[in-house]
């Protein structure tokens, strides 16, 4: 086991806080083999420099209730999870889970999570923003097999999209010994690469992790076996950005002392205690052992690499993941002892610092005489490994300070069954920089801070500021105090794009689509709303009552765009109301019908007119007519403009076309009737009308409508009964014929 202490704080001297201190902490829990012991599960943190509000959430699992507190100063706080275990764990191997932990501060604190098992304990620190990155080799033993459980790797995603690629250097579960593969993952969703092989040869050392975006790994080896032991180690690990080439290995308490170096570059030397010939050469990934065979061991190398050292108490294992000796470190460390078994202090720092230590307020708790040389650095690192009585540590936090410069503290300890072994400094220099998301036409600044002295940018700047305009990948190389720092800065330029779609023409009445196709991560909002069917998606229905103008606006990863469509309602002229009208029969009716434009238009030009029925209709045309109806009949008189949009008034023109016929059957020539003719009303034609007498002589044969005056060749014609025949032609062209007698009295 390892790191008994996490809760601790660091400032360094020159810049602010970066180490195992922050305000936003991911991880990934390894699944422990519950044979051997997996629990209680306890996550405890601690408020560094003011009690602060604390938030513990899983983003991605709406069964995880979060949790929020109070964090006083300097006050442990302890949360059981073993009832939440099943939620945390992350199993089965091979999949995509839920199951990343979040936790989130106001101020700083430090966490970390224990599996305070006593046959199976171990803790592991969580690093904030130091455990994140994109570019990562496992460090790992290939010497000690699983009693039980497996090695394994766990990966949290901090962000949505994040492509990872594996290449395990053993099979793992659903995957073969070095065939890479690739997983996507989204903020908080997680997974398992676990060892399908648990002899030692089956170790994960070496595996190469790479992301498009920053991701937490942690690291777990289940209990590794060893004269009789088996005891549990793990770490959540930091990428290769975070890594050095000088390091300080300090001979703990385990009847095994070792170093397992992890190369990240081909052609990598190297070098033991100073020596000036490399004592061997490796490559990217590869694996080399060097024990320890005096008190401390310096490993250096020319370039990056990983150093883990595995120790322990007795037979019982602790590991950790050595810092970089070069330009990191801390002025101020809080741990918690929480046991009475032996416990000791580890402290590395430069020569000259021994002499300003104070622990718990006492500067005589460590001391220069503590301290010897670390071999092969020409005296300028010291180190001490310090037994403390539970008289001189107690059972609670302490805080080791330095005024004089910074160092790095490890902390090994027993469990009584069990060791637990970490260091706990920074392990890498804070130059301020984060990475960056901005929205389009924003400024996207780079900058360093603190005492940074120099820059040079990736873009050729040399400023300590500088402006970029793309989303890429940046990087910074800068002076702090002496100190060579590169760093890496992601920067991501949100393009919202709003597209509210043409402008639009529809007639009065009508309904319209408007906007374009959306995506399901941005929000959309339009205005007005109140003529939409839905004001809140990408393609609303709009049913405008006038002609209107909506805004669109898109609001996508906290970036915004707007974009505006009209839809013009057409048509935008109205006509003039016409009567209803009664004309006799032949008569006709001039009419025009106006056409007017709207308040604040014109009339358009291209107007087309067209009346219905067009029979009687002088020209259908046209708005400016004569109606000629033979009939009774419902005019519709129609616009239409370019646009198909129609506007219409209907009236009824009654035509009085009633025909009726009566023949007398008597007339007198010299009284009333003077005439004898048939009586017409309305448009009938006499086409043939005769009278004859007894004797069949014609009496009048005149069709001119006059009718017979009694006389025939000059002569009056004598009181009697006669005979007519004749033909009428109907205003439809129907003939009817007649025929009747008549009395011509005198």
Known sequence: MKKLITLFTFQLLFLGAFAQIDTEFWFAAPDIDAS??????????VAINQSTTVRISQPQNPSFIPIQINAPLNVVQSFDFTPR???????????????????????????????????NAEIFPLKGRNALGKNFRIPAQNEYSNNSGAAEIDIVATEDNTVITIVPTSSVVGHAANVPFTITLN?????????????ASGTLAGTKITANKKIAVTTMDDSLFSSGSWDLIGDQIVPVGALGTQYVAVKGNSTVEKVYIIATENNTNLFFDG???????????????????????????DKPVYVMHL??????????????????????????????????????????????FVLNGNPNLLVASDFQPVPGTGGNLVFTKKNFPPTAIGLNASILTNSAGLFHLGLLASTGTGANYGYFSNYRLDIGLSDITVCAGEPAVLSVGGNVTNALWSTGSTSLATVVTESGEYWVNATING???????????????????????????????????????????????TTLNNGSIAMPTASPTQTTTYTLTVNENNCSATSTVT????????????????????????????????????????LTYIWSPIAGVSNPSSNDVVLSPTETTIYTFTATDANGCEVSISFTVTADNAVSYGIPNAFTPNGKNT????????????????????????????????????????????????????????????????????????
């Open 36 to 45: 051997h012991g997996d629990q209680p599960i306890i996550l405890r943190l």
């Open 85 to 119: 275990k099943n939620l945390l764990e992350n199993t089965p191997a091979n999949s995509v889970l839920n199951k990343g932990l979040l936790i989130e501060s106001d101020d700083e604190i430090t966490v970390y999570y224990e599996i305070a098992n006593g046959n």
């Open 187 to 199: 903020r908080g969703e997680t997974y398992a690469a676990r060892a399908t092989d648990v002899s």
């Open 275 to 301: 020596q000036t010939a490399a004592a061997t050469t490796i490559n990217d990934g590869d694996l080399f052992m060097q024990p320890i065979i005096n008190n401390s061991l310096l490993i250096e190398s």
């Open 311 to 356: 120790s322990g108490v007795l037979n019982e294992f602790g590991d950790a993941i050595l810092p970089p000796i070069g330009c990191t470190g801390s002025s101020k460390v809080g741990f918690i002892r929480t046991s009475p078994q032996p416990f000791d202090l580890i402290v590395v720092t430069e020569s000259g610092n021994e002499g300003s």
């Open 483 to 529: 100190c060579q720092v590169s760093d890496t800065v992601t920067v991501t330029i949100n393009e919202v794009t709003a597209n509210a779609g043409t402008d639009r023409t529809i007639c009065v009445d009508e309904s319209v689509e408007i906007g374009t196709a959306g995506n399901g991560t941005a929000t959309y909002s339009w205005s007005p709303s």
């Open 567 to 606: 839809v013009n309602i057409s048509p935008t002229f109205s006509v003039s109301s016409q009567q209803d009208e009664t004309l006799d029969y032949g008569q006709t009716l001039p009419i025009t019908i106006d056409v007017i434009p709207n308040i604040g238009t014109t009339l358009p030009s291209n």
């Open 675 to 746: 005439h004898f003719k048939p009586i017409i009303e309305g448009p009938i034609i006499i086409k043939e009308f005769l009278i004859f007498n007894r004797w069949g002589q014609v009496m009048y044969n005149e069709p001119d409508g006059t009718g017979w005056d009694g006389n025939a060749n000059g002569m009056e014609q004598p009181q009697d009964t006669y005979i007519y025949i004749g033909q009428l032609e109907m205003p439809d062209g129907e003939v009817i014929r007649v025929k009747g007698e008549l009395l011509l009295v005198r």
